[in-house]
């Protein structure tokens, strides 16, 4: 593992600082082909003792790496439910509370306000609203990216192509950053700027009828304009109560294709 | 409140420091000036009225034998403006054997030191108590409200304050604070938000419930003076560092004092204290404002009454906040108050799209899973009290991180077992590995309320992981960690 200090502290955050750390398992070099550079640094906060979380630096993720929500970008989540999508993607918006409402269009009646002050999106900031059907969820979208800080959206899956691509334009004028997440297959091509897809997904604390789930580490494979036909796997860190750590530099991958 | 010297037969107007008409006599409003007029636009419908320049100060120098008065017969005399005072008279009201004594010996020490028409009013409120000052008149000039509600419920909507709510409120048929007040909360919160909101607690005869009164002393800001201060302008100086290191304090971030008590030390050691309170947040300047009021009233007061000022100059002054309240929160660097108003706009706009029970809001609480630890509401009501404690420590809840889709209800889900051991979960038409798990975790469910027990598992399959109940041998799904 080449683990060199471990710093571990109890209860709900669950805090780590590796030095040096090796991937092993499903993200190692082997198994990526070798395109894997392992030079992970320390990117937990030591000094988080997991009460404070609104003065917290929870935008590690988003800022020190490609996964940067800029205003009036489109970002595409597209993978099924269990990968950690949805928590990566009320992540991203909720750095956008302090300019407005976060509001998120709920499709299934299923997301967890929980796990999005979790994610750093205050309660009094959040909004969710419930739209199922298609032509009633695009006008919703088109009528909140007027005026909220930001907008994660479940797509439908029966929405129309056309609907889509006239909210990724209403967003770049309107400057709303807006997140995409597909409940079913992906998104017409040319939408998003960024289409996050998840690789492979690994979780920890868990074992044959033992422990609890305590965090999971999630590769991801980060495409589109913004990287500029390249193709990046980044590995995320989740422990739940804080914010999500990327570890930075761990993958660049070579282009596999050309992307817009 | 009247200026000395002020003439009783001409058109008067008192115009604040941008020029606008803030108080007109009655010869004045039968020509034409109303107040807000700009004092260009007054002066050109009425050539020959008088027009006086407002000093706050000044008033406040002249404010401050009534409020000796007053405080003669009830302490704590809280200062709204020079000329309005709210006075707390519940301990006074025992002292003095009912509340019509209380308010007959006040009239009395007024009548000796203010000039004639002051009034007073009397109620549970604030606000209930400022409408019926204005109602009082000469002949009878206090009166005392038995129920603030039944009293402000014939009353004009236009006692909200805002011209604008209120001419809206007469366009949708709601004449008086009657009809205000019959009107749901949450109808009125979710059409006019916090502003509606605050007229429709007023209608009812609600006011800003104010905190105790325990003063946070780490708060206290304070400036001891060496060589002591003797003049106004160093004074003034003072007070703006004051509020400056008041306001700056990080304790004081998120929240904004509503009232502050000033205390002064004189260099003869004469101790002067002084509480003045505010209906709207008050901030850096408005607050340094107030402080240079009172310490000119106490300046020319005692200058006025045949003294040389404050005895030998100020050596120490000391701000304490006591009201504080999330109410007047500083807007956030991103924020705005037209970004606010357009957010407002848009989630009404989708409220209209979707329904009002579609766009929600959610607070945490107390339970043991995740359906539980939500309250939901919907977006433009008041957050509900949560039916259980946060604080509480709910042994058996569900450790974070929480699962990211919770399913309203729960949702069945196959899985195959092995001498109790999860090996298989059917996710759609597909079998899925068990990689990992752990329970199960006894839930007993409060038998007196039908709930029955259950035991629940954290399920790691390679295409995800889920929280699931099982009872009766049948395995629902309650959550994906997503």
Known sequence: ?260 | MRRPGTPTDKPVQAVDIGNRVIAVNDEAATEGVTIGMRRREAEAMCPVIETIVVDQGHDAARFEPVVKAIESVVPRVEIVRPGLVLVPITGAVRYFGGEEAVVERVNKELAAVALPGQRLGLAAGPFAAQRAAEMTTAQSPYLIVDDDAVFLRTMDVSAVGSEDLAATFRWLGIGTLGDLAALPRAVVASRFGDVGLQAHRHAHGEDRAPQARDIPADLTVEERCSPPLINLEQVAFLARALANRLMSNPAMVGVTPFCVIVEAEAADGMLRTRTWRSRDPLDEVTLADRIRWQLQAWLEGERRSGGDGIDGGLVRLSITPVDLSGDGRQLALHEDAQSTAEAQRVLMQTQAIVGDDRVLQAAPQGGRDPVERVIWYRWGDEQPEGERDINAPWPGAIPSPTPSLVPPDPYPLEVEWDVGRPVRVRLGTRWVEVVSWAGPWRKTGRWWLHEEPCDRYQIVTSAGAFLCEVRDGVTWMTGVYD
């Not at chain 1, 082997?30 to 030591?46: A, I, Y």
């Not at chain 1, 959040?126 to 005026?147: D, F, N, S």
Request: one cysteine or more; a positive charge; hydrophobic letters at 40%.
């Open chain 1, 1 to 260: 593992m080449g683990t060199v200090g471990e710093l571990t502290t109890d209860g709900a955050c669950h805090m780590t600082m590796r030095v040096d750390r090796v991937p092993t398992g499903v993200v190692s070099p082997t198994v990526l082909g070798n395109r894997v550079t392992p030079r992970s640094v320390p990117v937990s906060d030591p000094t988080f003792n997991g009460q404070d979380r609104d003065n917290h630096d929870r935008g590690k993720l988003h800022r020190s790496g490609s996964l940067v929500l800029m205003p009036g970008r489109v970002v595409g989540l597209v993978g099924p439910p269990g990968f950690g999508l949805t928590r990566l993607g009320l992540s991203m918006v909720g750095e956008y509370a302090a300019a407005g409402p976060v509001v998120c269009v709920d499709v299934r009646g299923w997301l967890s306000p929980t796990a999005a002050w979790e994610a750093g999106v205050p309660a009094d900031k959040l909004v969710i609203v419930r739209a199922k059907e298609p032509v009633q969820w695009a006008k919703v979208v088109a009528v909140v990216l007027e005026g909220v800080g930001s907008v994660y959206a479940e797509v439908p899956s029966d929405v129309h192509e056309a609907h889509i691509r006239r909210l990724a334009a209403l967003s770049r004028r309107s400057k709303t950053p807006l997140v995409l997440r597909p409940v079913r297959g992906r998104l017409p091509a040319g939408i998003a700027q960024l289409t996050v897809t998840p690789e492979t997904l690994q979780w920890e604390g868990v074992e044959q009828g033992y422990g609890r789930l305590t965090h999971r580490r999630l590769m991801l494979s980060v495409s589109g304009k913004v990287m500029r036909g390249m193709t990046t796997m980044i590995e995320v860190e989740d422990d739940g109560a804080n914010a999500l750590h990327m570890v930075p530099g761990l993958a660049v991958a070579a282009a596999r294709h050309a992307n817009g």
